[in-house]
């Protein structure tokens, strides 16, 4: 017989899982190298809401008011449609303003008829093929002024009247453009949804976003949502950030901070604002069975009805994912304006849904997004094991990412760590079932997790960060039949996990790590690991990402990689095994990645691959066939696959077969493997069913 909660009584799985959101927006924060992020996950049909918002407002800026708040507003950029969509559904249910979803243009702007160029073909567009962006008109009008996006005076034109007019100008201009298709018959991505804005104005003589604040925002307790500006003061919220490709650094961005930017006639498209526990309240009134502002009719409509067979669009503005299934398929949107990155989804056969959004541009904030996307789709996916049991204990991982190596007999050897903090080893048979995975009964892992072996497999040995912030280690002598550990190396504390270069004996260890001021430093055992020289900086270089490091043989030519401030990967060598190194780090190429790299080399250490997660989540390869003296003039990518990690890869003896494992999106570890050193792939396969959140 199941128990029955007290009134007032805390869901303890929602503080579990809020414990763990936090947790995972802020690794996917110092993975990605983005400022903010905020995540928001609802389910149980809208009755449960865990939200989530980290990191900075304002890179460059500093001290406690920099720290992103819970209530902090995020752009939505296009999000801001199907928001705009949910206002209409309300106000076409109210009758307000007299609008219905089958009212024409030319019903609202009668004048149209008599601006010289209009063409008639738009007469009869609809407000829901407006908003299902299959009115045939192209993405914006082609006539349409600058100073209309927003007042070129500005001290005339932040008011409600002068953007009211804007929009309706808007209108003017877009009847001009010669159509794309016949009304309906066709989709083309655009600002309808600034036409439909224009029409209830001109009906009820009101802004529409007073609009959205009366009927939405104010009776579903938005508090914290509005349009505009996110920080209207100096520091009170989350700034934007665009990107300065030629400085390689995301940089605050002052023309959506300004004022006119409140009063932009784009802006029902593309410049709404909600705090992530907001949005879970627009999220919750989609998805419960007893709808606030919007009757069951109205949600129906707005979610599932599409205005044409030629558009994946609802009149609603949600993106449907099956439109054969128009009724039960997912929803969703995402929004990007070059300076922000934000995503919703409605899984409604399943009754949750998820939002997250980033701060910066999309070459960052997008993969965060998406990254947060799947760690909330795998919470829900393994809900009860997760957070059934209120004891269950969360570490927080610094970047995380499994560990490769190669073991007797051409195996490899597979490290991961569990959200419990657990390391879990799996060998790997060339050609055959992966054996199944052992977890070793102690150790808590803070961090992704670095592997090294001899070149007859005895000699292996796997680390990563404590909870204590030092680097610990397990081995084995006896190619992983029995192992040892775990032990501490030296006192060094660091901001990431460890890299690991061995040997072919076995006898020279090369470990190597960020500490808490951003450098890498090296510690060295000459002996097994036995006993360990001092932990020293290499260089003055500063880092972002876990390290990554790969020897010769002889453990006397060394290469340590990492990612700069700038994004780009970094490397230096040693030919001393590591007494001296480089004056300098030195980037390869002009790659930017949202993971730190991996790397891998020859018995010579002449022939070196390194790999990173790129900006578009898949992983991206470059290698030199003399010792880092040249590289390849372009990063070059391995085809298929979105992952979540950085990467491990190994790289056989004779520099030939070069093998890869990262976390997929579903947070299981997935392998790849080429023949000739990336050259061509095999294609990606999982290994087991267990999962790394």
Known sequence: MGTIRPIGAIDFQAAQAKKFLDQKVRETLSKCGVAGLGAVLVNKAGSRIVHSAQGIRKIGASGEQNRIQPQDRWCLGSVSKPLTGTVIGVLVQKGIGGL??????????????FVPGVKSAYFDVTLEQFMAHASGMPYNPKGEPGDQWFPSIPALGLNDANLMERRR????????????????????????????????????????????????????????????????????????HSWDEGNYKLVPDV???????????????GSLCTSAPDMGKLIREHLRPDPQVMSITTRNSVQSLLPSAASDTTRGAWVCAD???????????????????????????????SAAFSNVNNRF?????????????????????????????????????????????GCLWLFARKHTGALVRRKLRPGGTPEAAVEFPAGVLTSGVAAAASADGRQITAMARGTDNRIWRVWSADGGATWKGFEPILAGTFLTGPAVAMSSSGGIVHVFAVGMDSKMYRTRSMDGGATWSAWEPIGAGVFTSQPAAACSGDGKIVHAFGR??????????????????QSHWAPIGQGIFTSGPAAACDG????????????????????????????????QKVPDGTLTSAPAIELS???????VAALGGDFSVWRNRSGDVGGSWAGWTRVGSEYYL
């Open 100 to 113: 219905t979803w089958t009212t024409t243009l030319k019903e609202v702007f009668p004048e149209i008829q």
């Open 169 to 240: 100008k808007f209108v003017y201009a877009a009847v001009l453009d010669e159509p794309l298709f016949p009304p309906g018959t066709g989709k083309e991505y655009g600002g309808g949804t600034i036409i439909c804005a224009a029409m209830f104005e001109k009906k009820t003589g009101t802004r529409f976003e007073h609009l959205l604040k009366q009927h939405v925002y104010d009776p579903l307790g938005m508090t914290h949502s509005g349009w505009g500006v996110t920080s209207p003061g100096a520091l009170d919220g989350p700034w934007q």
């Open 255 to 269: 023309y959506t901070h300004e004022p006119p930017y409140n009063f932009g006639s784009h802006g029902v498209a």
């Open 323 to 353: 439109t054969r299934s128009p009724a039960t398929a997912d929803i969703c949107h995402n929004g990007d304006n070059g300076t922000m990155y934000a995503d919703v989804v409605l899984h409604r056969s399943e009754q949750w849904g």
């Open 365 to 409: 904030g997008s993969p965060a997004v998406y990254d947060m996307q799947e760690a909330m789709r795998t919470m829900m996916s393994h809900w009860d094991a997760l957070f059934a049991d209120a004891g269950m204990p969360f570490w927080e991982c610094a970047h995380p990412g499994p560990a490769l190596t190669s073991g007797a007999g």
């Open 564 to 581: 700069g401030l700038d994004y780009r990967i970094w490397r230096n060598v040693s030919i001393h095994s590591g007494a001296s190194w």
């Open 604 to 635: 010579s250490a002449s022939k070196v691959s390194v790999m990173a997660r790129g900006t578009d989540r898949m992983f991206w390869q470059n290698a030199t066939a003399n010792s880092g003296a040249d590289w390849k003039p372009h990063w």
């Open 653 to 659: 003896a004779d520099g030939v077969v070069l093998s």
